[in-house]
Protein backbone atom coordinates (compact mmCIF):
# COMPACT_ATOMS: atom_id res chain seq x y z
CA UNK A 1 0.00 0.00 0.00
CA UNK A 2 1.69 3.49 -1.24
CA UNK A 3 0.77 6.16 1.25
CA UNK A 4 1.69 9.75 0.75
CA UNK A 5 4.18 11.15 3.55
CA UNK A 6 4.16 14.25 5.16
CA UNK A 7 7.81 15.66 5.86
CA UNK A 8 9.34 12.82 7.69
CA UNK A 9 11.88 15.41 9.84
CA UNK A 10 8.60 16.97 12.03
CA UNK A 11 8.21 15.84 15.01
CA UNK A 12 4.27 14.65 14.76
CA UNK A 13 2.35 14.40 18.53
CA UNK A 14 -0.62 14.00 20.13
CA UNK A 15 -1.27 15.00 23.43
CA UNK A 16 -0.80 12.36 26.51
CA UNK A 17 1.27 10.00 23.74
CA UNK A 18 5.01 10.18 23.71
CA UNK A 19 5.55 7.54 20.96
CA UNK A 20 7.16 9.16 17.76
CA UNK A 21 4.99 9.37 14.87
CA UNK A 22 4.57 10.68 11.16
CA UNK A 23 1.74 11.61 9.14
CA UNK A 24 0.22 10.08 6.33
CA UNK A 25 -2.41 10.24 3.96
CA UNK A 26 -3.12 6.42 2.78
CA UNK A 27 -4.65 6.23 -0.43
CA UNK A 28 -7.61 4.35 -1.61
CA UNK A 29 -7.28 2.33 -5.21
CA UNK A 30 -9.66 1.61 -7.90
CA UNK A 31 -11.65 -1.29 -7.88
CA UNK A 32 -10.38 -4.34 -6.73
CA UNK A 33 -7.16 -3.50 -6.24
CA UNK A 34 -6.54 -2.07 -9.17
CA UNK A 35 -3.49 0.28 -9.94
CA UNK A 36 -5.37 3.75 -10.30
CA UNK A 37 -5.14 6.26 -7.14
CA UNK A 38 -8.93 6.86 -7.09
CA UNK A 39 -8.64 10.01 -5.21
CA UNK A 40 -9.72 9.33 -1.56
CA UNK A 41 -8.29 7.76 1.58
CA UNK A 42 -7.72 9.01 5.02
CA UNK A 43 -5.04 10.91 6.90
CA UNK A 44 -3.04 8.80 9.36
CA UNK A 45 -0.69 9.38 12.13
CA UNK A 46 1.48 5.80 12.44
CA UNK A 47 3.64 4.68 15.48
CA UNK A 48 7.24 4.32 14.79
CA UNK A 49 8.96 2.43 17.76
CA UNK A 50 11.06 -0.32 15.59
CA UNK A 51 10.97 -3.32 18.04
CA UNK A 52 7.88 -2.99 20.09
CA UNK A 53 4.75 -4.05 19.28
CA UNK A 54 2.80 -1.13 18.80
CA UNK A 55 5.47 -0.19 15.84
CA UNK A 56 3.56 0.84 13.03
CA UNK A 57 0.19 1.30 14.55
CA UNK A 58 -2.18 3.47 12.79
CA UNK A 59 -3.94 6.40 14.52
CA UNK A 60 -7.01 7.94 12.32
CA UNK A 61 -6.97 11.84 12.39
CA UNK A 62 -9.73 11.70 9.38
CA UNK A 63 -12.55 9.55 8.45
CA UNK A 64 -11.99 7.12 5.66
CA UNK A 65 -12.86 7.65 1.87
CA UNK A 66 -11.96 11.48 2.18
CA UNK A 67 -11.05 13.66 -0.89
CA UNK A 68 -7.19 13.93 -0.94
CA UNK A 69 -7.82 17.37 -2.26
CA UNK A 70 -10.35 18.49 0.81
CA UNK A 71 -7.68 16.84 3.10
CA UNK A 72 -4.59 18.88 1.24
CA UNK A 73 -7.08 22.40 1.48
CA UNK A 74 -7.43 21.90 4.61
CA UNK A 75 -3.40 21.07 5.71
CA UNK A 76 -2.68 24.09 3.45
CA UNK A 77 0.08 25.52 4.91
CA UNK A 78 -0.40 23.08 8.31
CA UNK A 79 3.25 23.29 8.79
CA UNK A 80 2.81 27.07 10.47
CA UNK A 81 -0.58 26.42 12.19
CA UNK A 82 -0.05 23.00 13.94
CA UNK A 83 3.25 24.01 14.58
CA UNK A 84 4.03 24.10 18.54
CA UNK A 85 8.07 24.18 19.13
CA UNK A 86 10.84 23.01 17.23
CA UNK A 87 12.84 24.75 15.00
CA UNK A 88 12.20 25.21 11.09
CA UNK A 89 13.80 22.03 10.08
CA UNK A 90 12.93 20.16 12.75
CA UNK A 91 8.89 21.43 13.45
CA UNK A 92 6.64 19.71 16.42
CA UNK A 93 3.28 19.39 14.96
CA UNK A 94 -0.02 19.17 16.95
CA UNK A 95 -2.24 16.33 15.44
CA UNK A 96 -4.56 17.58 17.98
CA UNK A 97 -4.84 20.44 16.46
CA UNK A 98 -4.47 19.06 12.78
CA UNK A 99 -7.82 16.53 13.92
CA UNK A 100 -9.61 19.62 15.08
CA UNK A 101 -9.22 21.39 11.90
CA UNK A 102 -10.33 18.24 10.07
CA UNK A 103 -13.39 18.05 12.37
CA UNK A 104 -14.06 21.86 11.80
CA UNK A 105 -14.07 20.94 7.87
CA UNK A 106 -16.43 18.16 8.17
CA UNK A 107 -13.64 15.47 7.79
CA UNK A 108 -13.01 14.51 11.23
CA UNK A 109 -13.31 11.06 12.77
CA UNK A 110 -16.46 10.06 14.75
CA UNK A 111 -14.13 10.78 18.15
CA UNK A 112 -12.92 14.63 16.76
CA UNK A 113 -16.23 15.38 15.20
Known amino acids: ?4 DYPANWKYHLTGD ?6 RFRRNWGPKGGAVFDG ?3 LIAVVIRPGHPDNNEVIALSRP ?3 FDLVEDVLDGFGEWAWTGG ?15 LAACGLGT ?3 A
Not at 1 to 4: F, Q, V
Not at 18 to 23: I, L, S, T, V
Request: charged share 25%.
Open 18 to 23: NRRMHM
Open 1 to 4: MSEI
Open 87 to 101: TAPQRTISLDIVRRR
Open 65 to 67: NVN
Open 110 to 112: EAT
Open 40 to 42: TGQ
